[in-house]
């Protein structure tokens, strides 16, 4: 079975901290996507990445920046919290040409 | 630029009644579509997608979908439906950008609340 793990399942914040947080799928994906999902906006775009150290922007990447050091992980960063980047926030990886994605569990993260 | 629409944001039903969940997409080039669903505190978890080949996809869990390409659909069903099937279910449409590249955009949702 495909896992991809998250570093936390809930997190809270400072406003104007940085945040990290890590996600690792152990299927050798080349493809890793980061969202977020709130209520009522369905899950949004971030970032995503097709290799190691290479990133593209989402649908809503302000705010946030990304890292892929190693292709089994790919980390997400919040330069400075803001409470409007309370949410949950969905890693997923996926393998070339299955056009398809298998998704962690999920970090809620609360800025206050 | 690609769309997915969920046309119900909430269906509630019976159980052991019949359910159809509603997604409807906007693409200019072929697509690939997927429904998800999540249940409480969880990540998403594929049910069935359709790739290319026959329009109706079976799916876990006693769920089918059928592409409809003149209309644009791709509407979720099961035909009895039980309390366990309480989710928020996702339709997710795959743009292809190029070689191996691709991403998902997916609908708002729609939660299913199964009554006893």
């Known amino acids: 079975d495909v896992k991809v793990t998250q570093s936390s399942r809930y997190l809270v914040k400072r406003t104007g901290e940085k945040v990290f947080l890590e996600c690792v799928q152990d299927m050798d994906h080349e493809n890793m996507f980061w969202y977020r999902q709130d209520p009522g906006l369905g899950l949004r775009l971030i970032y995503f990445?097709?290799?190691?150290?290479?990133?593209e922007k989402g649908d809503i990447p302000e705010g946030y920046s990304v890292s892929r050091e190693k292709k089994e992980r790919f980390s997400l960063i919040l330069e400075s919290a803001s409470t409007n980047q309370t949410s949950m926030y969905l890693c997923?990886?996926?393998?070339?040409?299955?056009?398809?994605?298998?998704f962690g569990p999920g970090t809620r993260l609360t800025v206050t | 630029a690609q769309s997915v629409t969920q046309l119900d944001s909430q269906v509630p039903v019976f159980e052991e009644a019949p359910v159809e969940l509603r997604c409807n997409y906007s693409s200019s080039v072929s697509v690939y579509l997927f429904w998800y669903v999540q249940y409480p505190n969880q990540g998403l978890q594929l049910l069935l997608k359709?790739?290319?080949?026959?329009?109706l996809v079976k799916g876990i869990n006693g769920f089918e979908a059928e592409f409809n390409k003149s209309q644009t659909s791709f509407h979720l069903r099961k035909p009895s439906v039980h309390i366990s099937d309480t989710a928020e279910y996702f339709c997710a449409v795959s743009l292809l950008l190029g070689g191996s590249n691709y991403k998902l955009t997916f609908g708002k949702g729609t939660l299913l609340t199964v009554n006893p």
């Open positions: 359709y790739l290319s080949g026959s329009t």
């Open positions: 990445s097709y290799d190691v150290k290479m990133k």
């Open positions: 997923a990886s996926g393998g070339v040409y299955s056009y398809e994605q298998y």
